[in-house]
DNA sequence: GGTCAGCACTCACTAGAGTGGAGTGCCAGC
DNA sequence: GCTGGCACTCCACTCTAGTGAGTGCTGACC
């Protein structure tokens, strides 16, 4: 299914930026068919597209004008045309349609939002599978930062005579858990205090706001246990700055691509967490919604592209949905299905948060 | 470096099977190098070997016969051997010394045990990518099943008027948690009384075994709050009998094969949790540590062996350690790393849960 | 001036022939 | 039973056309 113009015809004129209209019908075509193919687009194949009404040697000529431009690029002589990365984001910015996912795809969305349910780490890594499924992109999926999130529960579980977990509760439902060891033996009795100074000293705060100091109570043991606790709830904070990230079709990357090597280094990026994490900030953070190429400065990626699109609950920024794929992704349906999702994701998580 | 009998000089004389010691030299021989080179073996390449003190021409019809029995194969008339499976088999069954991790290995392994804290979800995953970096294979690390476990806490922390997270702690250090909606509005006075009748009926037992029915109190709200939580402890314990799956350096099957139709193919394996969950505790069921080839059933794998190893907590399973990687992959090198971090990682679990 | 048919040219891709070499199987002799 | 020798096989590589999809250019046409 080519992306043809027909998703412009109702309304605004199409926006060609600074190119002329036959031109650009031409780059659209052969973007379109590229993306399909993957095989470098000749004259011949071009003149049958919407908005190009002329012989192959005048496309031909456009092309060469348009490679000139930088648009185009030709792996060899005597081959067809290839987009380059300029001319991937003209069409990203100019050309392609909204988009929007068909029928199967929309069903497939509503059938997932509607059965989601229990804890929220296993929707996120599930609708990255979701998200994969409906791209064929490797999806990515940042949760919500707990950065802000004030404590709603304080708590220490005896697990041993010298053993206890600290839990807490964070009012977006997140639960974080820290084992502290002690030097002396502690009894439930003490815990439950200790707990219960805990949750004064806390409650309502952010995990990174936690103080160092703790009132003191008088009780030497029971103070012991609660400038633990208090340490424990401080190394919470700075550990779980780092949000979670689910990544979810992987497998996608090695169907792309044929090169080995290149499914290697992609392969290798992903597992960094933090550099994915930091990749996808860095791409929100520079306004993009699509970072082609060489845009995003990872050189691993350089032959990919990634579709961003931040996830917010109530108009506040929570996670982000990414979507990984080679430059020659399908773009489209790629913006269409990280739109719909992080909306239908956002809603859901403002649901379970409110 | 070659796998030489050397490590089997100071003690019980190795174990060759039926084969006469000679050809079991030769298997080893070729094995070994083919495990170094990924290129067929030649006769030529194998006089040198230890136990192979003859010439070329007869290792040449002692390997015809290794290949009749099924040991070895040709590519084609012209060619070296390379190992079936049967011949992997009886490598690792019968010459296959021991192995050990280099120093540098060693000392990877002590580092990171001296220095793993916290979680152990995160320590679970990072010592998937410490497997994966010992041996340049992919490592599955499945955590321990709570499905045992006592419950040691439970908990009801109000979110939101009608919205309330159950928190349980068990006796091994897991937490779990699980949203609770109700109709009607709940205060948190409310919420506390259900938690203490909750934790009246369940503590002490695992969650596969709190009964559907906690007693009455008389009021009705509050009954109907404990029902929904005894609803929410049993739909945990139904949820996460599936132990959880940590997978490090996939991107090393990208460089162990050069066909990107196999790096997809493994890689979807992969993804699919439960798939691997259950393949790692079939070829535990089936009592053996190594599963070559087809031996595993999972025909996508069958160009992949699995290296496993329980984890035991003070005697009792608690997760399994796997490794994949190509049936050509360093056996005594991937078993040597299995067993080391296999055991540390318990003693550590033990440790945590004691 | 823009468009177009025609033409010469380029160059990846394929097929086929030839060659070198690594490897084999077999066999006669020790 | 082991060995050196020998004929044979067949992959991997190189070289050589031949093919065809594609290009750029040009001169004529509207």
Known sequence: MPITDDSRTDGHPPDHGDLDVRKAAILNAVVTEYIASAQPVGSQHVVDAPGVSVSSATVRSDM????????????????GRIPTDKGYRFFVD?????????????????????????EIELMLERTSGLLADLTDCTAMVVGPSHESAAIRSVQLVGLGPRLALLVVVLADGAVQKQSIE??????????????GRLA???LGWPLTQVTARAARTGDTATDAVVAAGVAGLRSLGQEHGAEQLFV????RMAVAFDAVETVRSVLTILEQ?????????DIIDTGLSVAIGTEHGVEPLASCAIVVMPVSVDGVGAGTIGLLGPTRMNYPLALAAARVVGDRLGQRLSEAGR
């Open 64 to 79: 060469a004008a348009l490679e000139r431009e930088g648009f185009l690029a030709q792996p060899h002589t005597s081959a």
């Open 94 to 118: 100019h050309l392609a349609g909204p988009g929007s996912l068909d029928p199967v795809g929309r069903h497939q969305v509503r059938q997932f939002f509607d059965h989601a349910h229990g």
């Open 182 to 195: 002690f030097d002396v033996d502690v009894d439930d009795a003490r815990l439950s205090d200790a707990a």
């Open 200 to 202: 004064a000293h806390s």
């Open 248 to 251: 979810g079709g992987s497998s």
């Open 273 to 281: 967490q933090l550099v994915v994490v930091t990749l996808l900030r």
